[in-house]
Structure formats: structure tokens, C-alpha cells
């Protein structure tokens, strides 16, 4: 699954910083606005602990973790949804990603350039969120101008989703981002068919100075106030620790430093896990001697779709599903003690797949 985290946020806040640190590309980082034009995209492994325990039990050929993709995109500013400063090429970036990483400076050092001059994290989340809405109320504009022409039909679903686009439409105009709205089933679907900006996942990470990395500042509570009704997640990580880090050449220098910081691990590991969740992705395991592979699924797959993510003819010619559970396997050390235990199970086509299921697939095409 080909899924994207875009990175966005002000010039110099530390979004390619971020970006050289969980991709083993490197991102021109500068101090200076629009550094990044092109958008730089890198395909990343998602950190999961739980490869490293089942490979100590089945000792495979090799280990496949599963991965996403994070996309840098340059910094945006006012007048970007009017074209300011290549705004419409960044605009169009965003639109092709699954979900936005917000990257918010929330640390005060008079050598990095701020574009406005001072730190106020809460203008700078505002100035990224005021054009991205502007954005989308052109685009629901356009389609409610185009539903319009149809209307008189009385087409069901075309006055549904007419509907659905001027409550949109009254929204974005009182300056609120389509991700806060409540719709059900049904109308998500639809709005899912307008691929608006908004309406995308957001996490704001809040790029600290080293002595707020643990604890946060002031400036993370006032953004954290600022998004408490918008159905957004927070998170705190210091770009520029994440630099440091990635510089030492060891895993025991990296864990030394960490200990030193009195942190558990890199914070980038917790973004991309959090980036993970927020696509609302899940995990499950094939194990075996030629490989223990991580595959990405949608949380509320069924077994034959989970299936169909390895190849088409699985979820095709799907016949069962043999399950076991990550702790019971872990725990007990096999299949058979699995077995053994009474804790192999045999699914069928209704079941939904678990995150950390250990799976395999019988099949015929």
C-alpha cells in the first residue's frame, strides 16, 4: 500500500531537518526560506519491535519491515492558495498525500530566521490552516457550481452530495478546516470524493528546543489549546537532537545519547509509528523460514482483504485463514506449542484481521 505523510509547514521550521532524519535521503537544509522546491519523497521502514522478537524464534533468511512513504514539501506562505511563492505547486503536493505531518517551531533561537520575524506558533499553524481552507473553498466551489447544472434532476445522491457540499462550504467560509466536521458514514464517503486538503488527517508536531523535548513549553500549550476542538493529534520532537542522533555512527552511541537525554528512543521512531496510526493503518506478520515480512493493512480488514495485500489470487481464491496471536506465539516459542495450547485458530471470510496477527493463507486460484 502506497500510502504518504506530507510534510508541511512555514519556511525554516525545521520540516527537511525531520526529513534527512527519517529518510536516508538528504534534504537540502538551509537557513532560509523556500530551500526545498522540489518535493523531496522518501520511503521509510516503520519501526516495530515485534519483527525483532519474531525473528529470534523462527530465524528467517531475512527480515521485511513495512514501510510508507513521507514526502517534504516546501514551505508554504500567505497568498500560497492564490499562487504566492510557487504556492500552487506546494498546494498540489499536499492534495497527492494521504495524511499531513504540521510542523510547528515552537523554540526560540535568534540565529534560524523566523518568516515573520518572531515565534508564535499559533499564527504561523494559522497561516498554513487559513490557506489550505482557502483552498478547498475554491475547490467545493467549483463542484457545487458543478452539481448545480444537475440539481433540478432531483437525483438522490446528487442532492445528498449537494448537501454535503454547501454545509462544507459554510464552514470553510467561517475559517474551519473539514476535519473537524462530524458526518456520518455515508457523507464521508462523499466528502472523501471532493479530496480536499482539510479533510486530511493532521498531526502537529511541535519542533522544541533540547530542554523542552520531555516536557514541552509554553509555546506547545498554547498550540495545543488553539487545535483542542479540531480532531487533531499533538506531538513533541527536537529536529535538531533527531540531526544530532542521526549523526552518531553506533546504535550504542545513539543509546548512550538518548540515556544522557533520558529518552527511551528516537523521537522519530514515535513519528512514524504516529504517522502510522493516523492513516489508520495496522500491521500483521507472515512468518516463516524464508522470510518474517510486517504487512499494512486498513484497520477493519477482513481476512481475504488482508490477504489480497500480499497478491490479487490470494484474496481471489481465499479459503481460510490460520491465525495465531503475536503474544501467544511469542510467548509460548512456536506454531505447535500454539497449536498445542489450543490457541491456533482457522478463520474464514468474516474475519477481521488484528493488529500483530501472525497469519497464513491457504488459497486456490
Given at each position: 500500500m502506497a500510502l504518504k505523510c506530507g510534510i508541511v509547514g512555514l519556511p525554516n521550521v525545521g520540516k527537511s531537518t525531520l526529513f534527512n532524519c527519517l529518510s536516508s535521503a538528504k534534504a537540502q537544509s538551509a537557513n532560509f526560506p523556500f530551500c526545498t522546491i522540489e518535493p523531496n519523497i522518501g520511503t521509510i521502514s516503520v519501526p516495530d519491535p515485534r519483527l525483532q522478537k519474531l525473528e529470534s524464534i523462527v530465524n528467517p533468511e531475512r527480515v521485511v519491515p513495512t514501510t510508507m512513504e513521507i514526502v517534504d514539501i516546501a514551505g508554504l506562505v500567505k497568498g500560497a492558495s492564490k499562487g504566492e511563492g510557487l504556492g500552487?505547486?506546494?498546494?498540489?503536493?499536499?492534495?497527492?498525500?494521504?495524511?499531513?505531518?504540521?510542523?510547528?517551531?515552537?523554540?526560540?533561537?535568534?540565529n534560524i530566521i523566523h518568516v515573520d520575524g518572531n515565534v508564535n506558533p499559533v499564527r504561523d499553524k494559522e497561516v498554513i490552516d487559513l490557506e489550505l481552507q482557502l483552498k478547498d473553498l475554491e475547490s467545493i466551489e467549483k463542484r457545487i457550481a458543478s452539481l448545480a447544472r444537475v440539481l433540478k434532476s432531483g437525483d438522490k445522491d446528487i442532492v445528498k452530495e449537494n448537501d454535503v457540499a454547501q454545509r462544507i462550504k459554510l464552514h470553510l467560509e467561517?475559517?474551519?478546516?473539514?476535519r473537524a466536521m462530524d458526518f456520518d458514514d455515508k457523507e464521508w464517503a462523499i466528502v472523501k470524493g471532493f479530496h480536499l486538503i482539510t479533510a486530511k488527517p493532521v498531526l502537529y508536531l511541535c519542533n522544541v528546543e533540547e530542554s523542552a523535548v520531555k516536557t514541552g513549553?509554553?509555546?506547545?500549550?498554547?498550540?495545543?489549546?488553539?487545535?483542542?476542538?479540531?480532531?487533531?493529534?499533538?506531538?513533541?520532537?527536537?529536529?535538531?537532537?533527531?540531526?544530532?542522533?542521526?549523526?552518531?555512527?553506533?546504535?550504542?552511541?545513539?543509546?548512550?545519547?538518548?540515556?544522557?537525554?533520558?529518552?527511551?528512543?528516537?523521537?522519530?521512531?514515535?513519528?512514524?509509528?504516529?504517522?502510522?496510526?493516523?492513516?489508520?493503518?495496522?500491521?500483521?506478520?507472515?512468518?516463516?523460514?524464508?522470510?518474517?515480512?510486517?504487512w499494512t493493512i486498513?484497520?477493519?480488514?477482513?481476512?481475504?482483504?488482508?490477504?489480497?495485500v500480499i497478491h490479487t489470487d490470494f484474496e481471489k481464491g481465499f479459503i481460510r485463514a490460520e491465525v495465531m496471536k503475536y503474544e501467544d506465539f511469542t510467548t509460548l516459542g512456536s506454531e505447535a506449542a500454539v497449536k498445542e495450547a489450543g490457541k491456533f485458530k482457522v478463520e474464514g471470510k468474516e474475519y477481521i484481521v488484528s493488529d500483530g496477527d501472525v497469519m497464513h493463507f491457504r488459497f486456490n486460484v
Open positions: 500552487n505547486q506546494f498546494l498540489a503536493n499536499i492534495r497527492e498525500t494521504d495524511a499531513i505531518i504540521h510542523v510547528v517551531r515552537c523554540f526560540t533561537d535568534d467561517e475559517g474551519k478546516s473539514v513549553n509554553e509555546y506547545v500549550e498554547q498550540l495545543k489549546a488553539s487545535v483542542k476542538d479540531e480532531n487533531a493529534e499533538v506531538m513533541v520532537i527536537g529536529a535538531k537532537i533527531e540531526a544530532d542522533i542521526n549523526e552518531l555512527d553506533t546504535y550504542e552511541e545513539r543509546e548512550m545519547f538518548l540515556e544522557e537525554l533520558g529518552l527511551e528512543e528516537p523521537g522519530v521512531n514515535r513519528l512514524i509509528r504516529q504517522a502510522y496510526s493516523l492513516l489508520n493503518l495496522q500491521t500483521y506478520f507472515t512468518a516463516g523460514v524464508k522470510e518474517v515480512r510486517a486498513e484497520k477493519g480488514m477482513t481476512a481475504p482483504q488482508a490477504a489480497g
